[in-house]
């Protein structure tokens, strides 16, 4: 039998649902019941009805999903798949800042550890920041760990003062200026879609700005025939599944992410038998981290 059938006889029989992000290779996104950026990923691990959650992805879309859902057994397809965004910044970086300032809220992008979101007062991903960040009554943001999202956000939002911290995705930052203007040169006319998460030269250069389904949204209802893309190749699987006549070129050789491509077929169907990599959080933590993310739910409906 072939892997992908015995991967969906097992998921039945084993009452899982596979959730994958855009940006695992396209054989694990096609054997998922759910796929999407990681707002939509957080969102629909609160709806689905089998007792357990195998997660494609990167180690705090896991954590996230227990963090929600503590009745649930959440599995990573391989525990090393992890985002090194997610531990840029330490909790006493964190209190410092904010032990210095009275009006100030801590504004928490997903991409970190379960620990620091129990330290934040909401989280955001990049479908959703710009909203929740508007609305938030307080005027200082310390906007941590994305300095280049946090940044991009700053442009958007002139009424808050924002408090940066240094982290980035090594993906996102890897794309330069000149590697945009050479695509550019030689795909003249061609638009530029890119993630939030590049950094801000690169931002000024493109054409639209947006999460990983905001960049697929985008390229499927425009009537351009191609696109360079600024993120993280995955994305490529689903923009030519959804627009076979389109063309779409990266921006250079190296984006990919080395967590996301741990999760391989072949590991899919492992850990549907042996049930191994179960999240598992002390509950005060988990408690004190779903405040931000439920926040987060209710202020970008
Ligand atoms: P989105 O899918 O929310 O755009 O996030 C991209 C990302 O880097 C996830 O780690
Ligand atoms: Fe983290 Fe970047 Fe990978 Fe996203 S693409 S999981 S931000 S390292």
């Known amino acids: 039998m072939k892997l992908n059938e015995e991967i969906k006889k097992l998921k039945e029989k084993n009452d899982v649902t596979i959730l994958a992000h855009y940006y695992v290779s396209g054989d694990v996104q096609d054997i998922a019941d759910y796929v999407g950026d990681s707002y939509y990923l957080s969102k629909v691990a609160t709806e689905v009805s ?8 990167v180690k705090f879309m896991g954590e996230s999903a227990k963090i ?4 649930k057994r959440v599995v990573m397809v391989d525990e090393s798949a992890d985002c090194p965004m997610a531990h840029m910044i330490d909790e006493e970086t964190i209190q410092s800042i904010k032990a210095k300032h009275d009006d100030i809220a801590v504004v928490c992008y997903i991409n970190s550890s379960a620990a620091i979101k129990a330290l934040s007062d909401v989280c955001v991903t990049s ?3 710009f909203k929740i960040v508007s609305s938030l009554p307080e005027k200082n943001i310390l906007f941590i760990p994305d300095n280049n999202l946090g940044t ?14 240094q982290g980035y995705c090594p993906v996102h930052q890897d794309i330069h200026m000149e590697d945009v203007i050479r695509a550019k040169e030689e ?15 690169v931002l000024n250069l493109a054409d639209f700005i947006g999460s ?3 960049i697929i949204d985008y390229a499927t209802k425009s009537s351009d025939e191609s696109f360079i893309i600024a993120t993280e190749d995955g994305i490529l699987h689903q923009l030519g599944n959804k627009n076979p006549n389109k063309t779409f070129y990266l921006v250079n050789e190296n984006q990919q992410c080395f967590g996301m491509k741990l999760n391989t077929l072949s590991k899919v169907y492992g850990i549907l038998n042996s049930m191994e990599n179960e999240i598992l959080l002390d509950e005060d ?5 779903k405040v931000p993310l439920t926040k987060m739910h209710e202020l970008a409906q």
């Open 212 to 214: 990983t389904s905001e």
């Open 187 to 201: 795909h003249p006319k061609v638009k530029v879609l890119a993630h939030p998460e590049c950094r801000i030269e």
């Open 285 to 289: 933590l988990r408690q004190k981290a």
């Open 152 to 165: 991009y956000l700053s442009t958007k939002i002139k009424e808050k003062n924002f408090i940066f911290h």
């Open 68 to 71: 929600l859902n503590p009745e």
């Open 127 to 129: 479908s959703n920041a």
């Open 50 to 57: 089998q007792k357990t959650i195998l997660f494609c992805g």
